[in-house]
């Protein structure tokens, strides 16, 4: 396909998928999206970082050849104002995999969320945060070092889904009367009423994705989370499809938590995963109070989203914590911050979520080596006391450096290596 802006690499090939399964050549075209306020800044430190991780690891023999994509503001420059061009899903869709910085979502109308948008056309319904923490990292928690989970977010239903009219709109008044007169529904005059769908085919496949990720790392158990006690019919559903996935599709690698004490007396058998539940508001403190005892959470949109940075506050807050965006083979992966444009360019903030985020992308592709690499120098760098200004505030005896600073630290860790 012939682009307008988009120019992909001549020296680079495509991903595919191959009887289902990813197939990442030696020299992967991957898209990244620069990103709007820092994102140029943390996204020119991450390419160098990344690189040098997958040199040091495979030398010539492997290599990625970079395609920018456009997003954001840098899109509305080069498209006559459009934010979300139309050659960049394609080229997204067709790429495969894919990371970007942070967006700003224009005021005024058209989208919700750029990033919200991205997801719903490309149908990436499951969004993974891993949570973990890195040895001196500040922390408010007496023992970060226990906290480490990856949550499974659904990413396209729920109330995420848009379905919801404003109070006062002729829509708005005939779904009231619709709901008055026809359910038999209470509710105040001049509500603004919103729709939250959450289906069998979202659930199952969201929660599919969670135990077999659970499965293939060794994880001891998947957690459901929901709301069911009191909204039976959405997240109350959500959990009991949940379980039926384990029941129907794993039912060699999964045991119930009633089954682990009825069975085996609180001792789970060796390659069993504990398929639980937990009700969203005691999650919260659950992950504060005893977060060793959880593994991997699979939870509907809204309560993923709140849980997500609830437990990334706990290791050091959203400016060091990765996301990606999946779906069956196509993943974005993500700054999972703002734009932050009080700091634009001024080469000064933490590049540490979308650093983070390009492991998890190695990691996706395959590029085991090159993942543990980044992973073995963040946590040394940090131990160094070498910061940006956000840990420096907070660590005594650090060394604040910039953004590109950082980069060169953990350059010169994987170099060492």
């Known amino acids: 396909m012939a682009y307008q802006h988009i120019q992909l690499p001549s020296t680079g090939e495509k991903i595919s998928v191959v009887d289902g399964e990813l197939r990442v050549p030696d020299n992967p075209i991957v898209g990244y999206v620069e990103g709007d306020g820092i994102g140029p800044d943390i996204t020119n430190a991450c390419l160098r970082v990344w690189d040098s991780a997958v040199a040091k690891a495979y030398g010539d023999k492997r290599r990625i050849a970079w395609c920018e994509l456009y997003l954001g503001e840098k899109a509305a420059g080069l498209y006559d104002g459009d934010y979300f061009p139309a050659e960049t899903l394609e080229a997204t869709k067709d790429l495969l995999v894919s990371i970007k910085g942070p967006l700003t979502t224009p005021i005024g109308g058209g989208f919700r969320s750029l990033n919200v948008a991205l997801r719903q056309e490309l149908d990436l319904y499951s969004c993974v945060r891993p949570v973990r923490y890195y040895e001196g990292v500040p922390s408010p928690m007496r023992k970060p070092e226990e906290v480490d989970v990856v949550i499974f977010r659904e990413n396209t239903e729920d109330v995420y889904s848009g379905i919801e009219y404003r109070s006062g709109t002729p829509e708005n008044e005939k779904l009231a009367k619709f709901l008055r007169e026809e359910m038999g529904c209470e509710f105040f005059e001049g509500a603004g009423l919103g729709i939250k769908p959450i289906s069998a085919i979202g659930s199952k496949r969201l929660v599919r994705k969670a135990i077999q990720y659970a499965i293939d790392h060794g994880r001891r158990s998947v957690t459901l989370v929901h709301k069911g006690n009191i909204m039976k019919f959405t997240e109350g559903a959500f959990q009991q499809w949940g379980y039926e996935v384990a029941r129907e599709e794993f039912p060699d690698q999964t045991i119930t938590e009633?089954?682990?004490?009825?069975?085996?007396?609180?001792?789970?058998?060796?390659?069993?995963?504990?398929?639980?539940?937990?009700?969203?508001?005691?999650?919260?403190?659950?992950?504060?109070?005893?977060?060793?005892?959880?593994?991997?959470?699979?939870?509907?949109?809204?309560?993923?989203?709140?849980?997500?940075?609830?437990?990334?506050?706990?290791?050091?807050?959203?400016?060091?914590?990765?996301g990606a965006n999946i779906a069956d083979h196509i993943a974005v992966f993500e700054a999972t911050h703002g734009t932050a444009p009080k700091y634009a360019g001024l080469d000064k903030v933490n590049p540490s979520s979308l650093l983070l985020s390009g492991v998890m992308m190695l990691e996706y592709m395959g590029w085991q080596e090159a993942a543990d690499l980044i992973n073995e120098a963040f946590p040394k760098v940090i131990a160094d006391g070498t910061v940006t200004y956000d840990f420096a505030r907070q660590m005594e005896g650090s060394r604040e450096v910039k953004t590109s600073e950082f980069a060169d630290c953990l350059i010169a860790k994987i170099n060492a290596a």
């Open 258 to 322: 009633q089954q682990l004490w009825d069975d085996y007396d609180g001792v789970a058998p060796p390659g069993k995963v504990i398929i639980q539940d937990r009700i969203a508001d005691i999650m919260f403190q659950l992950l504060q109070l005893r977060p060793a005892e959880f593994d991997v959470l699979a939870t509907c949109n809204l309560n993923g989203d709140y849980l997500s940075d609830s437990a990334a506050a706990e290791v050091g807050g959203v400016g060091i914590a990765p």
